[in-house]
Nanobody, 120 residues
Framework: QVQLVESGGGLVQPGRSLRLSCAAS????????MSWYRQAPGKQRELVAG???????NYADSVKGRFTISRDNAKNTVYLQMDSLKPEDTTIYYC??????????????WGQGTQVTVSS
């Protein structure tokens, strides 16, 4: 069994920063892609940022230049540094990971979500 546990969400003023963390634990051989998604009420879940095991990254246009995704493979952890936050960034953020349980067997997992609220 694999679990993704997120932390770091909260309430912050516009223009300030937050750093989200997502730690994977359990029976893990390796982790391939790790990503952050977000979902506002009544809207589809959207990709915010993703990072491969090799460190290649991609971002939604709405967060380019403001958010930075990184990972620590030794800790099975992915981070999302969010700078210059805007009220429209307010929503629940979810961690997503493709985990190789044993060589050749991959499964996708979601975290439980962490709330980010940007408000003055």
């Amino acid at each position: 069994q694999v679990q993704l546990v997120e932390s770091g969400g909260g309430l912050v003023q516009p223009g300030r920063s937050l750093r989200l963390s997502c730690a994977a634990s359990g029976s893990i051989f390796s982790i391939n892609a790790m990503s952050w998604y977000r979902q506002a009420p009544g809207k589809q879940r959207e990709l915010v940022a993703g990072i491969t095991s090799g460190g290649n990254t991609n971002y939604a246009d709405s967060v380019k230049g403001r958010f930075t995704i990184s990972r620590d493979n030794a800790k099975n952890t992915v981070y999302l540094q969010m700078d210059s936050l805007k009220p429209e960034d307010t929503t629940i953020y979810y961690c997503y990971a493709v985990v190789e349980l044993v060589p050749g067997v991959r499964r996708a997992y979601w975290g439980q979500g962490t709330q980010v609220t940007v408000s003055s």
